[in-house]
């Protein structure tokens, strides 16, 4: 169910129309419904090899031997490489995407269960797996540090004893605000709540796990890599820079990918063996883990232990928020994020509200767990900072005695402080929250549904409404705010128009499933007025496309949309001076409408787009300074982020004899500016909203005390399917960014961030009879149960 509804705010009415043909079909889809889709495993070269890694089965030992002569004497087998053989090449430690180091093979310690020891290279994926049984090692177990908590105590093992002057499991601490203003707040508040709010450790589990094919030619020294990246320029320059191949001799395609959600970011030790192994025997190597391996050892999200505060007056008025944050990041410090955010874009944890002081502190520790940590439609954490404050404000809401909508429109930014600075140093470009509320709390029937509450408690039935109201920032960002390892995080497009007229967009950004084929085809559309089935869009291939840092964080609408309109933009103007010599008058005279220059007062002498094209590649006299294509290429910088946000309202009803929530009604209103293609965002938004259903009931990374992953197959991380979400009902309203070249804000993470607020908020508001203020996901029966019996959430 999509209502639509124009919003108050007048300045968003004029946009609210989808641009470039709206609602138009995805021009990816024929191929994958035909089953055409071409991902890395569909990838076989001539003479392909194919490996498989051996696991550590233990969270933490010593490395005592390992012996692979019966491996490497395996018919089938034509190379066994391990974390020695690697030092050798210097080559068994590679640089993270956060200034840490970590093992491509163990060498001396293993500190992860599922950490890879070695790598065999045969003839046949079954050959491969079969050889690793056969190598022999012996481990010496070393205690794990499982628990956070205890993770930074006096005499806790230490991890990573591999890093000169590491002599315990910290790994940083990092503030944002002001502590003295914050606390001084506090100190005179009326009302302060505190609460523990874990969101744990979950992993984004793609339809397609991680694989590579890695092609090495040792006559020209070229690399062929096809890899399951979402970020295909960044990872080729890594690899120039560790590996010591030089770029120009390095192709990086990514062709289609089954969802990467975060999980595709990072590089893996898989990727760089694939490559060890096409060098080390001369032929093509692939590589593809398994389920288990993809949820024991890549990038996990999450795994946050938050101390949450909210300050604020006896009727309502929220003043501070403040928090500490102890940060899981397992064994490595592998998290892809921009430098300066060791934390991610945490910061944002003020959300929506207008507040007068603010302080967040986060430490980052070691653990004995895989690494990763920003992944799974995550907005760079502000999964984590939205969680936490919508959580706290609803447990103000109860402690105040005030309804939490009530609570929350009382508190919001106002649409005439935006361009809004926040106490953490954000700027939200744009927002109207009050319309974007209304509409939903409208959609949902909230009062009805608050009536109805009322009469199934005086019945004893446990029924639950749940709200949140996320902001988010994405579109990172300004370069020289942001890097990656010191790449600057721009984003390029190079629009080509073809004699005929028909084009082709080159984007820097890689899609795993958000449509960008069509959306990207879209916004040229929009712009030159070539329709979106005669524009092609190509991504995914170092060689065909310019640099760029790629897809995650909601970034390619923000960035690369941007190009693509500044890119067609160019094309525009210089069809407008083409046009002009055509048309033996001066550019200045000429008029455009979609597709088409015209002369000024003279509608019916001019040049479509396709006319100045041919023109422009054929005999025309060129007017001076103006090239023979009608091609450009913008590297977009954005000024600021963009601050997409959005109102949910959950509704479920829990079983009191077993605890089981069923989640009986979802509305979503989201706020992404202008809006391209809806039907790609009600996708966008349907997908998040089934993800953040699943981590609020069901999706669970733990350990037990020795460090073994239990979720580490899909019989025990449970994914939500169709039987387990409603039938989502979706609205929006539209707040265009002030500075995007169309006004676009993102959306690829937006309901993932705001949905497990809203159904945790629900089941909590369910349970309110029995006492409870608070519950950590995931909200099993089992855990409800014990909530309701009074006992806390067990650890
Ligand atoms: N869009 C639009 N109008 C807007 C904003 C976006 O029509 N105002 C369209 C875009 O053009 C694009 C899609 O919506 O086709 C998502 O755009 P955007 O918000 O820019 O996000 P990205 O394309 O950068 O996608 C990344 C984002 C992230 S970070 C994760 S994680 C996630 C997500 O996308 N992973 C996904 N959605 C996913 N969807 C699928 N199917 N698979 C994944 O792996
Ligand atoms: Cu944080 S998951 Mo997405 O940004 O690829």
Not at 224 to 235: F, G, I, N, S, V
Not at 769 to 786: L, N, Q, S, Y
Request: net charge negative; proline share 7%; aromatic share 8%.
């Amino acid at each position: 169910t999509e209502l639509a509804e124009r919003p108050a705010n007048p300045a968003a009415t004029a946009a609210d129309r989808p641009i470039g043909f709206g609602r138009i079909q995805r021009k990816e889809d024929p191929r994958f419904v035909r089953g055409r889709g071409r991902y890395v495993d569909d990838i076989v070269l001539p003479g392909m090899l194919h490996g498989a890694i051996l696991r550590s089965p233990m969270a933490h030992a010593r490395l005592v031997s390992i012996d692979t002569t019966e491996a490497l004497a395996h018919p089938k087998v034509h190379a066994v490489i391990t974390g020695r053989d690697l030092e050798g090449l210097n080559l068994a430690w590679a640089p993270t995407l956060s200034a840490d180091v970590q093992a491509v093979l163990a060498t001396a310690k293993v500190r992860f269960q599922g950490q890879e020891v070695a790598f065999v290279v045969a003839d046949d994926r079954y050959a491969a797996r079969d050889a690793l049984e056969l190598i022999d090692v012996e481990y010496e177990e070393l205690p794990p540090v499982v628990d956070v908590r205890r993770a930074l105590d006096p005499g806790a093992p230490v991890i990573r004893d591999d890093k000169e002057g590491q002599t315990d499991n910290h790994i940083f601490d990092w503030e944002a605000g002001d502590r003295a203003e914050t606390d001084a707040v506090f100190a005179a508040a009326e009302v302060v709540v505190s609460e523990e709010v874990v969101y744990p450790r979950v992993h984004p589990a793609p339809m397609e796990t991680c694989g590579a094919v890695a092609d090495y030619d040792p006559v020209d020294g070229k690399l062929t890599l096809y890899e399951t990246t979402q970020a295909p320029h960044a990872h080729r320059t890594l690899f120039a820079m560790v590996a010591g191949i030089p770029e120009h001799k390095i192709r990086v395609i990514s062709p289609d990918i089954g969802g990467g959600f975060g999980n595709k970011v990072g590089i893996y030790p898989g990727y760089i063996l694939a490559v060890v192994g096409s060098i080390v025997t001369g032929r093509p190597v692939k590589w593809m883990e398994d389920r288990s391996e993809n949820l024991m050892s890549t990038s996990f999200a999450r795994d946050y232990v938050m101390r949450g505060e909210v300050a604020a007056t006896r009727d309502g008025k929220i003043l501070a928020v403040r928090t500490q944050v102890l940060a899981d990041h397992g064994a490595f410090n592998a998290t892809a994020q921009p430098t300066k955010y060791p934390a991610g874009f945490f910061s944002i944890f003020t959300g929506s509200y207008d507040l007068q002081a603010a302080h967040c502190s986060v430490t980052g520790v070691y653990t004995n767990k895989a690494p990763g940590g920003v992944a799974y439609a995550c907005s760079f954490r502000v999964t984590e900072a939205v969680y936490l404050v919508e959580r706290m404000v609803d447990v103000l809401a109860a402690e105040l005695e005030m309804d939490p909508a009530e609570l929350r429109l009382r508190n919001f930014i106002r649409p005439e402080q935006f361009p809004y600075k926040n106490k953490t140093g954000w700027e939200y470009d744009s927002g109207d929250y009050e319309p974007t509320m209304q509409l939903a709390l409208r959609m949902a029937g909230y009062e009805e549904l608050r009536r109805e509450q009322a009469e199934k408690r005086s019945r004893g039935e446990l029924m639950g409404i749940g709200l949140s109201f996320f902001t988010e920032t994405v579109g990172a960002g300004p370069r020289k705010h942001m890097d990656i390892v010191g790449l600057g995080m721009a984003d390029g497009a190079e629009v080509r128009v073809h004699p005929t007229g028909k084009a082709v967009v080159r984007l820097s950004v890689q899609s795993q499933g958000q449509g960008h084929e069509t959306t990207f085809a879209q916004i040229l559309a929009e712009e030159l007025g070539i329709p979106p089935e005669d524009i092609d869009v190509v991504h995914g291939d170092t060689d065909q496309t310019p640099f760029g840092l790629g897809t995650y964080g909601s970034r390619s609408t923000p960035v690369s949309g941007g190009a693509v309109a500044l890119a067609a933009r160019k094309v525009k103007e210089k069809a407008r001076a083409i046009a002009a010599a055509m048309l033996e008058t001066r550019p200045e005279d000429l008029e455009w409408e979609k597709g088409r220059w015209y002369v000024k007062g003279d509608p019916g002498v001019g040049k479509t787009i396709a006319e100045i094209a041919l023109g422009a590649h054929g005999t025309v006299e060129l007017p001076e300074g103006i090239d023979g294509n009608l091609d450009a290429e913008v590297t977009y910088d954005p000024p600021n982020l963009t601050f997409p946000f959005g109102a949910y309202v959950c509704v479920v009803d829990v079983d009191r004899g077993t605890g089981k929530v069923h989640v009986r009604r979802f509305v979503a209103v989201d706020d992404c500016g202008t809006r391209i293609n809806p039907m790609i965002i009600e996708g966008q938004v349907h997908g998040g909203l089934a993800d953040g259903v699943g981590m609020a009931l069901m999706e669970f990374i733990g350990f037990d005390e020795q460090g073994n992953n239990l979720g580490g197959s899909f019989m025990d991380y449970l994914i939500p399917t169709a039987m387990e979400v409603p039938d989502w009902e979706t609205g929006h309203t539209v707040t265009p960014s002030p500075h995007h070249p169309i006004g676009a804000k993102g959306i690829g993470e937006s309901a993932t961030v705001g949905s497990p607020p809203a159904v945790v908020n629900a089941v909590v508001d369910a349970l309110a009879p029995f006492g409870v203020r608070h519950m950590d996901m995931p909200c099993t029966p089992a855990r409800v149960w014990e909530a309701m019996q009074g006992r806390p959430t067990p650890p």
